[in-house]
């Protein structure tokens, strides 16, 4: 069956490093890839998307690589900040009508 | 401005009770949707709407029902609630379905208890 798997243990960083997030898929070759931020007790968040030709996708300090043939997709931030600190979803077109697919997100720390 | 806005924030109700959620996007967006995020925080789709069709997860109930009264609302009603319902409800939207190659935006959730 299709799945995405994301790292479900919180990651820890200090502020000023990179954090890397990964997003795993597996049984599937999609055309797009996104990263939404969600907050507690908000709803997801719109960052990035990344389409299968291309490698690499920059904002700010945000960046995204996509490569299809290992199927992962990493999420950069650089100069982390405290204010970084949120759950980090990667979602999927899977399935019937290509309703987006989320991972189940990774819990990051930005400690200062 | 709200682009997504969901009522009520909180809802908690008895089990076997009907209840619905009130969905609202003033982004010009043809497809809305409904998500599930559980106490895991898994975030599951469970419809897809836009003026030409419903696409409905098969792991969703029929207890379940999407009412569109129009392109910019999309309220989720819930018929014999049961205690696994428990979870927020966000609604989200988008320009169109795709491929997966539009944003979504979503609402602030809902959050429903059933006792």
């Known amino acids: 069956s299709q799945k995405i798997e994301q790292n479900s243990e919180a990651l820890n960083i200090q502020e000023g490093k990179t954090a890397t997030l990964t997003c795993n898929y597996t049984n599937y070759s999609p055309a797009y890839l996104q990263w939404y931020r969600q907050d507690p007790g908000r709803g997801p968040v719109f960052l990035l998307l990344i389409r299968e030709n291309e490698k690499e996708k920059r904002k700010e300090r945000l960046k995204v690589t996509f490569d299809t043939t290992l199927k992962q997709s990493l999420f950069h931030i650089t100069a982390s900040q405290p204010a970084d600190s949120a759950t980090y979803l990667c979602?999927?077109?899977?399935?019937?009508?290509?309703?987006?697919?989320f991972g189940g997100g990774t819990r990051l720390m930005v400690k200062p | 401005d709200t682009a997504v806005s969901q009522t009520p924030k909180y809802l908690v109700t008895q089990m076997g009770n009907d209840k619905s959620i009130k969905c609202e996007q003033n982004?010009?967006?043809?497809?809305m949707y409904w998500y599930k995020q559980d106490s895991k925080k898994f975030l599951k789709i469970m419809f897809s709407y836009n003026n030409k069709e419903l696409i409905i997860n098969e792991t969703v109930p029929n207890r379940f029902s999407p009412k569109s009264p129009d392109k910019a609302h999309l309220n989720l009603h819930i018929n014999s609630l049961e205690l696994g319902d428990s979870a927020v409800y966000f609604c989200a939207s988008s320009q169109d379905v795709g491929a997966g190659n539009y944003e979504q935006y979503f609402g602030p959730g809902t959050r429903l208890t059933v006792t």
């Open positions: 979602a999927l077109a899977l399935g019937a009508g290509n309703m987006l697919t």
């Open positions: 982004l010009g967006h043809d497809t």
